[in-house]
Nanobody, 116 residues
């Protein structure tokens, strides 16, 4: 299984960015799709998750600013990021976690830098 992220960039504080993750459609029925991030010197943390039943979860630090979604036809998972802050700077990873069984997949990551 291959997850491929794209969309990372340098953006000014207050700006917006949309990350994309190409993922096989079959994952959407059995896996929770998630976005994680890892800043230098810090642990990887969950940013947003979307279950197969369309339940969502967000880190407190991004609630109201970020939104996770998927497009089954395009086989894509998105992370819309608004009102970006310098502390959002990190490598963002797409993730697929099996629901009720042990399976975990990661993408290679995409860099997001928020700076003026």
């Amino acid at each position: 299984v291959q997850l491929v992220e794209s969309g990372g960039d340098l953006v000014q504080p207050g700006g917006s960015l949309r990350l994309s993750c190409a993922a096989p459609r079959i994952l959407f029925k059995l896996y929770t799709m998630g976005w994680y991030r890892q800043a230098p010197g810090q642990q990887r943390e969950l940013v947003a998750a979307l279950s197969s039943s369309d339940s969502t979860a967000y880190a407190d630090s991004v609630k109201g600013r970020f939104a996770i979604s998927r497009d089954n036809a395009k086989e894509m998972v998105y992370l819309q990021m608004n009102s970006l802050k310098p502390e959002d700077t990190a490598v963002y990873y797409c993730n697929a976690k099996g629901e009720g069984f042990t399976a975990l997949y990661w993408g290679q990551g995409t860099q997001v830098t928020v700076s003026s």
